[in-house]
């Protein structure tokens, strides 16, 4: 993963019919950058609601991501007024031990 890649969120509009979304960045398989998969329900627009979504290959989950992690698949393709939320969660980490002055 390059640090030079500042991308950390992409948002698609679902249409009922597509269920496969890019990850336009780089994610690690190995848990060091996870990605985090949101669903905004605009059906009331002035009540918007956001889900985390589930990822995995049971009955209640909602999502995976395919072989190569370059892509979000849905178990369901997100109606027209839910929005997709793709972010690239990192974890915090700090390499630099300070000491006191």
């Known amino acids: 993963m390059s640090l030079n890649d500042t991308t950390v969120k992409q948002t698609y509009?679902?249409?009922g019919i597509e269920d496969t979304f890019a990850i336009p960045f780089d994610i690690n398989v190995d848990q060091s950058a996870r990605v985090k998969v949101y669903l905004r329900?605009?059906?009331d627009?002035?009540?918007p609601v956001v889900t985390l979504q589930v990822e995995?290959?049971?009955i209640s989950d909602d999502y995976?991501?395919?072989d190569s992690a370059d892509n979000v698949v849905f178990a369901s393709?997100?109606?027209s007024d839910e929005k997709v939320i793709i972010i690239r969660e990192l974890p915090l980490i700090q390499e630099l031990d300070l000491a006191p002055a």
């Open 13 to 15: 509009q679902g249409d």
């Open 41 to 43: 329900d605009e059906s």
């Open 45 to 47: 627009p002035e009540n």
């Open 56 to 58: 995995g290959i049971g």
């Open 64 to 66: 995976i991501l395919d």
């Open 77 to 79: 393709p997100p109606t």
